[in-house]
């Protein structure tokens, strides 16, 4: 029950219902707030405790200064949990571990269970083996539920141990287009109350459901099962940037445009730890599926979330999505008694402001290794010339005539391209030749856009066009077609164009993430081959929102994202030399060239197959009994009981030690003396570096431990699908095949220095830690700017606390990775302003003492701690940024934290 300090309990009468609502009027200050902090405010009016959450914190937000910088702590309660099954698989696996240390340390078991509606989407887990054949599907289906079926049975048995648990099936969807077509409430109800739905996600890209006024973003698993267990999340009142869109978009540009420009726009700016919200005339021009897109994004531009409030843009998605009668009516007269409907005119009070004009946006593409370096399309050959320069041999730069490329040129001239023409034998007997940019993957994937009906289907008629023009794709490129839910092959089947996709080998090969989260699948193995002993700077162009290093294919290089109809350009193209707005496709039967322009569709076009072939009964037909599953699914055997059954043999799932030799009292924090440095990193180190989710190496830690334990090398399956076994995951961590290691030069990979022996000889990471660990020597990592950035990927920070690291210490933090550190009692510390390990002169060879991290003993937070290098010293800047993350650091971390506190309920 609320304290209600400011009389804002009230009612709100819809048809036939009554919803219990707080009054955002009754606060002082509440009409200027950006809709985010509106939705903010009133999650704490509702949970205000007169503890955790005070009429002082409340107060705090209607007042709030939007030019001062974030300073108040208040505590959000998020209204529900959604995960995908990455993710989700080690909070199940917490959860269960839980269960036992509580019982162990004389609590109830049965206290360990979601007090919110936690839901997971297992999305995450096929793999694009097969393709470009009808059966693709089926067979990639087969592969999933074969390599996968330890895990399966380990989230079923979780759909039946605790309550408010729920799983949607493989083979389903996208967790982030399920939520936005079904799981989100826009407005939730729940024990007779009514108000906005909130979330917190284990993916970054939760915040696609921002575009549909749903605030909620990505959280580590770790806090998201801290979230499910009733503790809010801790968090400074963030500064809210206003980004005003104007204008409409002009024909032959799509969504994707639209977010490559705005992801470019806000890196630029510098939005991270910050709400991002748009406003302005634009926004009501802007479609639901593009609000969606851009929200997606907002990981890629580095925001805490990038929201669009309420309006009537939101009330049509619903009701088209087969929301009932009753929601949509409540969405609609609540977001207008509380003063979240959207108001075009309106002109909030915003910490800084951003203007695009929508006419201004142009074709782009974005790479090749960081979502935020957009190159227009036009531009996109000519810029390919000079990055490949970055991934080939200095032979082949011989050869490419060196003079061609003078440092000042940019772009540089395209005559000067490295060039390494290599013979293939395809399996089929056919022979054909690839080169650097050769384009070997081409996939329609990913939650960014497959949840897009304009940009699907404007790649369907593309793919229709150059079918009907007798183009193909070339026959080194992999296409893969991957929905994010069925109702998209449903619209391409009622529409006729699925035919024309498959005729170019665009099959559906699974509904789930695939290429986006380096789930590709081989390529065939003459190309793989051929590459690899060329040593080729290969390409993939994916329609995702995610291209860094070793992320999409070890075999390729280069990766671009680009809206799905330019993913099919390519396909038939072939090569990111080819510039495809200018030369031609291919040939038609004739004999003709064949151009872009020649079979790109009109935005008329596009929009009659959107209004002609999707229907609300499609989204009703596909989520009626969406948490059953298939007979596949329902036939999987389970273990009963409320405790879980661990099968020591499982290389999949296994009963993580966070918990051993733990105790009721805290242990004091103590300095860190005699460390030595793991790994020295370079900037935008992003948590597929530290945490890789994709294939498995057969001579790394992670590849002999399960050779070790009988597992044969084609059953490996990814880092990601082994998130539940602790084993597999700290010998991954810093295995990344694009990683660098300064302190191990010319290395790529998971290496280091072990200087616990004589001369500090190369090591693998896992093998360097557990020496250190034996001698008991701390450890800590060096990193420059950006550090964490990408995927919320617990297990970075898992990893990294299980190694043996005591602390990390950076230019600069992407916030969820920072907060997962702090969770895993890794203390985050910060060179100082203008400093970094270069400029300090360290090179990772030195011994480190930390010493003051013991004042956080006095309930404090010291500003900085004292680092002695060999010969260098530094204050650095402690990067524990609220009294609550100082509770978890304190306590070990966030999960021996909430445990504690449960037990003494």
Known sequence: MSANSFDARSTLQVGDESYEIFRLDKVEGSARLPYSLKVLLENLLRTEDGANITADHIR????????????QEIQFTPARVIMQDFTGVPCVVDLATMREAVKELGGDPAKINPLAPAELVIDHSVIADKFGTANAFQQNVELEYGRNKERYQFLRWGQTAFDEFKVVPPGTGIVHQVNIEHLARTVMTRGGQAYPDTLVGTDSHTTMVNGLGVLGWGVGGIEAEAAMLGQPVSMLIPRVVGFKLTGELKPGTTATDLVLTITEMLRKHGVVGKFVEFYGEGVAATSLANRATIGNMSPEFGSTAAIFPIDDETLNYLKLTGRSEQQVALVEAYAKEQGLWLDPAAEPDFSEKLELDLSTVVPSIAGPKRPQDRIVLAEASRQFAQDVRNYVSEADLDEAGKESFPASDAPAVSNGTPSKPTQV????????????????????????????????????????????????RKPWVKTTLAPGSKVVTDYFDKANLTPYLDKLGFNLVGYGCTTCIGNSGPLDEEISKAINDADLAVTSVLSGNRNFEGRINPDVKMNYLASPPLVVAYAIAGSMKVDITTEALGTDQDGNPVYLKDIWPSEAEVND?????????????????????DAQWQALPIPTGNTFEWDSESTYVRKPPYFEGMTMETSPVSDVQGARVLAKLGDSVTTDHISPAGAIKADTPAGQYLTEHGVERRDFNSYGSRRGNHEVMIRGTFANIRLRNQ?????????????????????????????????GIPLVILAGKEYGSGSSRDWAAKGTALLGVKAVIAESYERIHRSNLIGMGVLPLQFPEGASAQSLGLTGEETFDITGVTALNDGGIPETVKVKAGDVEFDAKVRIDTPGEADYYRNGGIMQYVLRSLIRK
């Open 609 to 629: 197959v959107v209004a002609n072939a999707i229907g609300e009964d499609m989204f009703s037909k596909s989520y009626e009994d969406v948490f059953a599953g």
């Open 743 to 775: 302190i191990a030069p010319g290395t790529e990979g998971g290496f280091t220095r072990d200087f616990t022996q004589e001369d500090g000889p190369v090591s693998f990471i896992y093998d360097a830690s557990q020496n250190y660990q034996a001698a």
């Open 60 to 71: 705090a937000l209607g007042g709030w200064d939007s030019q001062a910088q974030p300073s």
């Open 425 to 472: 034998t395809a399996a089929d007997g056919s022979v054909f030749e690839i080169d650097h940019g050769a384009v070997t993957v081409a996939a329609i994937t990913s939650c960014t856009n497959t949840s897009n009906p304009y940009v699907m289907v404007a790649a369907a008629l593309v793919a229709k066009k150059a079918v009907e023009k007798g183009l193909s």
